[in-house]
């Protein structure tokens, strides 16, 4: 059993350098890892910042042992900060570091670019979920508070390959009928309505996760240069409300929108019902 959890936590550790921090060819942290006996993520989270700044390791390259460079020393007091930011922000006692839905590449990027502050100390990092009352009888809506976001994870599979791109603005009035279709069909349908403002702090945390797959979703699909401009745009926020109400605004008032709307006018205004059409009236102007 001992065994079995230390291979484990190796396997966590493993899972935190390869596709985490994408350092698996980082030969100067292996060796840092290496020579420091640093094999499990206790051990990281468990240094102090003058830990840190005193580990040592020898470069193969020339045989002479030196400090830790400076990325490396940020890296760990990096992973220390998330996992007081996961505590407080999922209201846990321990992060589960098994937990791919918790603790993945995105939540590590949006942490390090948004909510990471070098200078805080680690007491910072307050959860932004209200604790539950202190009565008994109101203790129990706790498990509740996050029904939500824990449903939308665990939900149906949601997959961005379900989606159409979008390739040439000709095609947005069939292409917008069809993502929005699968977007319901995700739960994600806050993110295209422009109106949409989460209130509580449970709908708060389930819209950041809708928002989330929604523009991973966005800069796969929206091939058009207005799309890809509109991704870029709301890149550091990862807004995909933003994107979708910006492309829709600009489809709206762009003179490629004109231009295709009178198009469309002059192709229903020019049909005319000939003698040899076999179907019905109905069908042939629903075609």
């Known amino acids: 059993m001992v065994t079995s959890t230390r291979q484990a936590r190796k396997q966590e550790f493993e899972y935190l350098i390869k596709e985490i921090l994408d350092a698996d060819d980082d030969e100067v942290l292996k060796a840092i890892l290496a020579q420091n006996k640093l094999t499990m993520i206790f051990q990281v989270l468990t240094l102090s910042t003058k830990a840190i700044e005193l580990l040592t390791f020898t470069d193969a390259a020339d045989n002479v042992e030196k400090p830790i460079p400076l990325y ?13 930011y996961l505590i407080a922000q999922h209201n846990i006692i321990k992060v589960d570091w098994s937990d791919k839905s918790v603790v993945n590449a995105d939540a590590y990027d949006e942490f390090r670019v948004s909510a990471y502050d070098p200078d805080a100390p680690l007491s910072s990092y307050k959860s932004t979920v209200p604790s539950p009352a202190p009565t008994p009888v109101r203790s129990a809506p706790s498990t509740h508070q996050s029904s939500a976001l824990a449903e939308f994870r665990k939900g149906m599979k949601r997959d961005k390959t379900h989606f159409t791109e979008l390739k040439d603005e000709k095609q947005w009035d069939d292409w917008k009928r069809k993502t ?10 806050n993110v295209i309505s422009p109106s949409y403002n989460p209130t509580t702090a449970d709908e708060t945390l389930l819209f950041i996760e809708q928002n989330k797959f929604m523009y991973d979703v966005f800069t796969t699909i929206l091939k058009t240069s207005m799309g890809r401009h509109y991704t870029r745009q709301h890149e550091s926020t990862r807004d995909a409300q933003a994107v979708w109400s910006d492309y829709m605004q600009y489809m709206r008032t762009s003179s490629k929108a004109d231009i295709e709307l009178e198009d469309l006018m002059t192709g229903i205004t020019s049909l005319r019902l000939i003698s040899t059409y076999r179907g019905t009236t109905e069908n042939f102007i629903v075609e």
């Open 180 to 189: 929005v279709a699968t977007v319901y069909a995700h739960g994600c349908e």
């Open 72 to 84: 490396i020393a940020s890296t760990f007091q990096i992973i220390k900060a998330w996992n007081q």
